[in-house]
């Protein structure tokens, strides 16, 4: 790849995610055939914050993975099992990393097409539809707890994923990364 090319697409990259450096080298385990057949695909319009997007359904497929998002209408997702620092809640402040996994989201999802995949529930108290979020064969929700934009975020009865988001947040932890180094959040999240 020429250089010019990854120099340009890195200083596009910093200016789409508001100046904020991104780093999402670090991949999950592919997780989509573990699951339930089913799903909705739709393709990301918003990223409201680190973990809320809002998506546009574009196809359905009946199964235990399919929740009742309907083909054509727009919803706010909650990614489920993660946790972001607040960046947009109204009347809190901006809370350390908040604007980091906000851009990392960003970089990760805004404008994609993506399957999403429920849990048990269908939706949270303000009426998010709660979703793993893939990309391909990949967990966005892991892609940024592997990075260190996100922490784990256990909400019974919502935890197929539980294990493998604490493991990937043990490596981050370990690593340094992002909301768990000590140039960020001094590593307390």
Known sequence: ????????FLCAAL???GGHAVDLSRQAPATLAQEPQGFERATVTRVIDGD????????????PGAGAAEVGQRYDVRLVGID????VKPNSPVECYGKEASAATAALLEGSEVTLIKDVEEADQ????????????????????VNGYAAVYTYPPNVRHADLFVQLQREARKE???LWSQDTCAGNS
Request: glycine fraction near 6%; charged fraction near 30%; proline fraction near 4%.
């Open 1 to 8: 790849m020429p250089r010019r090319f990854v120099v340009s």
């Open 15 to 17: 200016v789409a995610c």
């Open 52 to 63: 809320t997007i809002e998506v546009q359904i574009i196809e359905r497929r009946d199964g």
């Open 84 to 87: 972001t620092p607040e960046s």
């Open 126 to 145: 303000y009426d998010r539809i709660l979703r793993y979020v893939y990309l391909g064969e990949e967990m966005a929700n892991a892609r940024l707890v």
């Open 176 to 178: 340094d990364r992002g």
